[in-house]
C-alpha cells in the first residue's frame, strides 16, 4: 500500500508524468489510423529480411517471389539471422536463385511485361545483422541492409514500403536506430509511417523492441517467444501447416504435399530445380507477400480485408503497449481475425489459418502455371481471367454506396479470358472483412454462380451475441467475385466489391 504522503507526491506528479510519457510518443509517432487504407497506383514495394538457409522454406517462398517480381517492385534481398540461425547469414543463396531466375526471363517475358533484370535484382542483395537480436545492434553495427532499408525508406515515393521478414528482424531495428540518430524526430515519424511490417511470427526480440520504441510502426504479426513453441495458433501456418501444425482442419492438403511440388513445381526449369523440398511446412514465409500479389482482393491495402497472406484486426494482444495488427479479437461483437469456411469434407470450419487455407487451390494453382512460364510459349500456356464489373476492368477494388432493401446489380459479363476459354462465376459475401471503424452489414446475394449478380442489402448491422444497442449509422460489406477458366491448372482472378450500406431514409 502506498503511504499517505507518497500517494499525495504521486497525485502532484500524476500530470507531469503523464505529459512526459505524451510527448515521448508523440516523439517517437502514435500509431497510425487503423481505418486507413493504402490508395496508390502502381506496384507494392516490397524488402524481403530472410534467414535464408537456416532450412528449405525461405528458398521455397524466394522461388516462388521471383516468379511474381513482375507485379513487385522488389527493394531489397536481405540476408539476415534469426533465433534458427544466430551467427550466419547467406545472401549466396539468394543471388543462386536470381541467377536461375535470370535463365528463366526470357521465356517469362513471352507471357506478360516487367520482369526486373536479374542484374538488377542481384545489385539488390544485401547482407543484415551478422549476429543475433538487438545484442548485434547499435553504434557502429550498421550493415548493408540496414542501408538499403533506410535508401528505400528515404526515397521520394508516395507508396508504401513493405517489409517482409522471414527471420530475425533486427536489421530493420538498426535502420531505425541509425534513422534516429541522425534525422530530427520529425523525419523519423515520417520515414516509420512508410513502413508496413509483416512478420513471420517474432524469430528474434528485435519486433518487440520497435513496437515498444516506435509506436506509429505499422505491424502484423502473431507476437510470440523465440522458440517456435506458438507457431501452432499463427495465421500463416494456414499456407501448408495442417499436418505439421496440426491445425488446419478442413483444408485440403493435396496442393502442399512434396509429391504435389515434384509434378507441378520442381520438374519445371530453372527456378523449378533449385526449388527444395520442405521438411516441415511449404514456404512458411510466403504469406508475408502473398497479399502484395495483383489478383484483385487488394489485400494490401487493409490486412482486415483478407486475402491470400491471411487477415487481421487491430487490437492490443497482451503484453504489448499498443494495438497492431494482429491475431484474436471479441466474441461478443462477432469481430474477430478468423474466416469460417467450408472445407473439404462440405463441413464449415472456423479458424485464423482458414483465412489462408480457403484460397489454397487458386494460389498453388497460380504458382504452377507461372513455373509452366519459364519454359512453355504463350500458346502452350494458361493465363488468368480479366474481370469487368459494371463497365469497370482493372483489378481496383468498387466502392458503391447502397441502401437496405434496394438491389444492387452487379454485371461481370464484361469479363474475358486470355486464351479464349469459358468462364465460372463465384459471387460471395466475405462476411468477416473489413470491420476496422465501421459495422459489418448483412447482404443477400441472388445469381451468385452466373456472371450477373442482384446483391440486397439486409441490414446496416449484422446481429451481435446479445442485441444490446441499436445500430448505429452504416455498415460496410464485401463482396467477392471470383472468375475461374477452364484451363490446367484453372486459374482463379478477383474483384472486390465495397459496398457502404445505409438505413431506409424516414418517409
Known sequence: MIPDSSRKRWRRSAPLAALAMALAASAAGAPADPAHVDDFTGHP????????????????????????????????LIASTSTWQKNAVHPETMRALVRAYGEARPNLLRHAAGWPAADDLDARVFTGQRGYGMAATGAGSNSEGAQAILRAAERDDSRPLWICIWGGANTLAQALLDARASLPPAEVEKLVAKLRVYSISDQDDAGAWMRREFPGLFYIVQPTTQ????????????????????????????????????????????????????????????PSY???????????????????GGRYIYRQPRAEPHAIWTQGGDLFSRVTSQDTVRGIDGREYTSDQATIWRWREAFQNDF???????????????????????GQAGTAPIYIEGEVGRPIVLDAGGSRDPDGQPLKYAWFHYAEAGSTGTNLAA???????????VVTPTAACRPQ?????????TGTAHIVLAVTDDGTPQLTSYRRVILTVREPAAR
Not at 59 to 68: E, T
Not at 444 to 453: F, N, Q, R, Y
Request: with cysteine.
Open 45 to 76: 514495394r516490397v524488402i524481403v529480411i530472410s534467414d535464408i538457409g537456416n532450412e528449405p522454406d525461405d528458398q521455397m517462398s524466394l522461388v516462388r517471389l521471383l516468379l511474381y517480381s513482375n507485379q513487385l517492385d522488389i527493394e531489397a
Open 227 to 286: 522458440s517456435g513453441d506458438e507457431y501452432y495458433y499463427a495465421t500463416w501456418t494456414g499456407i501448408s501447416g495442417d499436418l505439421y501444425y496440426r491445425n488446419g482442419a478442413g483444408a485440403d492438403f493435396r496442393t502442399v504435399t512434396n509429391e504435389w511440388l515434384d509434378a507441378n513445381i520442381r520438374a519445371k526449369g530453372p527456378l523449378g530445380k533449385l526449388y527444395p523440398r520442405f521438411l516441415f511446412i511449404m514456404e512458411g514465409d510466403t
Open 290 to 308: 502473398l497479399g502484395l500479389i495483383d489478383n484483385g482482393l487488394n489485400a494490401y491495402r487493409r490486412p482486415d480485408w483478407g486475402g491470400w
Open 368 to 390: 504452377a502455371e507461372r513455373m509452366s512460364w519459364t519454359t512453355a510459349d504463350y500458346a502452350h500456356a494458361n493465363h488468368a481471367p480479366v474481370v469487368a464489373i459494371n
Open 443 to 453: 447482404v443477400a446475394i441472388a445469381g451468385e454462380g452466373t456472371p450477373k449478380a
Open 465 to 473: 451475441w446479445l442485441a444490446m444497442r441499436r445500430c448505429p449509422g
